[in-house]
């Protein structure tokens, strides 16, 4: 099974693609749902942010207050880093599941959504990335029309991100959403096709040989990392020249 990472900026269009997709059916494990769901009543995850920040930060009815433990970690470099200390592994552990369960179900291709894959370095456990672009004045512009903001609102929060420019710097195939909806649509027709052809035949022996799977697997990741390296290395060598 193929393995895809998929991210973008805020106001590139990922989740724009992540629907063209999922019209494909093709199955999308989202790290934004499963970010709400490990956090929802009774789970670890909750009784660990409980312990951390004080009851407080519950409403009446045992649920997360989500604006108020943000306000709690956006003014607290120190808070945000033990928030996320907790909610990123039971993300990942949910998320492991998720590709698990695809496995057993004998996908060819597993897509996960997630905004922060080069950031939080899960872009080493993927067999391909996939980073949605747009230019980064049109990234802006769809960002103000959106939030109803003013340029210096919009510029504040994207200068607060990896810039879109250095994501694409990891990714195996860049989706450029700086044009139509419909030139959107026929990238991501080509995208499928190409994602289903790479998966080719393996998939089926992976899925019931599954040592050939895991084997498989870590080859692919092992070469991958190595070109990674090669091709940063050679391009940081370029740019100090």
Not at 55 to 70: C, F, K, M, Y
Not at 77 to 93: F, Q, S, W
Not at 120 to 125: A, D, F, Q, S, T
Not at 133 to 151: G, H, N, T, V
């Amino acid at each position: 099974m193929l393995v895809v990472g998929l991210t973008g900026s805020i106001a590139t269009g990922k989740s724009t693609v992540a629907s063209l997709l999922r019209a494909y059916n093709l199955p999308i494990v989202d790290a934004d749902v499963l970010a709400r769901k490990v956090v929802e009543p009774g789970t670890p995850a909750l009784a660990q942010i409980v312990r951390a920040f004080g009851a407080s930060i519950l409403r009446e009815d045992g649920t997360l207050n989500r604006e108020r433990l943000g306000h709690i970690v956006f003014h607290d470099e120190t808070k945000r880093r033990e928030l996320n200390a907790i909610v990123h592994p039971a993300v990942r552990r949910e998320m492991f599941w998720s590709v698990l369960r695809c496995w057993w179900r004998g996908e060819r291709v597993c897509v996960l959504d997630v905004p922060l894959l080069i950031e939080g370095g899960l872009w080493k456990w993927v067999g391909k990335v996939i980073v949605v672009y747009c230019s980064a004045e049109i990234q802006l512009q769809r960002l103000m029309k959106r939030d109803k903001s003013s340029r210096e609102a919009a510029t504040s929060r994207l200068n607060a991100q990896l810039p879109i420019t250095e994501k694409v710097e990891y990714a195996d195939v860049v989706v450029d959403n700086s044009g139509s909806l419909q030139d959107l649509e026929q990238q991501v027709d080509q995208l499928v096709q190409r994602l289903l052809n790479e998966a080719g035949w393996s998939w089926r022996l992976s899925w019931l040989f599954p040592p050939w799977g895991v084997a498989s697997a870590v080859w692919s990741l092992s070469w991958r990392a190595l070109r990674r390296s090669r091709s940063r290395k050679s391009g940081s060598h370029k740019r100090s020249s």
